[in-house]
């Protein structure tokens, strides 16, 4: 199905946020800014607009979708119950960038939005315009980042027509993203905050709203071959490729910068004498001195929330520039840096150069 996709660019706002609510309340499905990604959203309550996302992203039927709500207030209407840490870390985080996958209230949202499980992933996004949508829509609304499955996500509307153009009804425009990674995905279990995505709310964040009330647990490492899987509890979307670039990529990390820069550059020379076209993705003082086919900066080194913010458009440039081979410098990962980490390290597939 070929549909005509609206852009309502930054300047009419006020017009975008009235036609795209009133798209999603009828059943369709528009773009629109959050201070993470972009997300493609629709009525949750509605399985045939979320049938439409799905197909639109060409998204696996078994990955469950976050619903986004205007207040805290409206989570009590999908979750059959919310504990006093549940409570406190929405207090803390929202409207921001933390998901809670709380048990879901039967009937509440369509079984296509949690998959058929048995929980639902439930936020309120910092972003005003979305705030604004959801809140004139009516609607709770299901929204996946709003990219093709398998890219990167998108961090300005411009990415979002190069992924789905024809695809969806509309796209608000708000300009680039903030965050630039996706929201940190939180299941409590027990006293337990169990991480099972990193992203814009930082461990460190999380330990301090726990306090004494909640032990905060990393992300679970996947399950080797010829091992039971782990207990902890995981998330579906976590077993597929992510934020894939179409050429290959490495991280390049060491503990000291100036053994870094000579790794690196000796890497990308090696790649370039066998003819591949190489892209480097690196901190502003190092960009300067790189020798390769695209060398793009993201940021101050000590800025790890700047390179946050610009990784998914450079993963794409280097898509355009018809990069072969990108070689990212590592970030330390405490902070932001542990969702950054977390997404180079997706899209490189693990491969981690260490010198
Ligand atoms: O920042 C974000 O979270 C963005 C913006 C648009 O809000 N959204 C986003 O959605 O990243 P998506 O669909 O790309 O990622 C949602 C993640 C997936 O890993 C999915 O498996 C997980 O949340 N998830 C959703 N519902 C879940 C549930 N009931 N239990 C466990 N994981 C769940
Ligand atoms: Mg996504």
Redesign the pocket.
Known sequence: MTLHTSYWPPERTDEGVREAAAALAAGGVVAFP?E????LGGDARNADAVARIFAAKGRPSD????V?LASAEEAAALASSISPLERKLMERFWPG?L?L?LPVRAGAVSERV?AG?D???V?V?AHELARRLIAASGCPVA???ANRSGRP?PTRAAHVLEDLAGRIDGVLDGGPTGIGV??T?V?VLGGEIHV??P??ATAEQLREAAGEDGVVKAEPAAAKEGEAAPEAPR????KYTHYAPKGDMAIVTASDPGRLREALQQAADTERARGRRVGILACDEHAGAYRADAVLGLGPRAKPERAAQALYAALRECDERGIEFILAEGYPEDGIGAALMNRMRKASGGRVIAV
Do not use: D, F, M, Q
Request: proline letters at 14%; aromatic letters at 2%; a positive charge.
């Open positions: 959050t993470t990604v972009y997300g990955n469950p979708l976050i986004h960038p998901t996958v949690t499980l929980t639902v992933a936020r996004p929204a996946p980042s996500s996706e929201s995905v299941r099972l995505r992203g814009g998330s579906p979307g976590v």
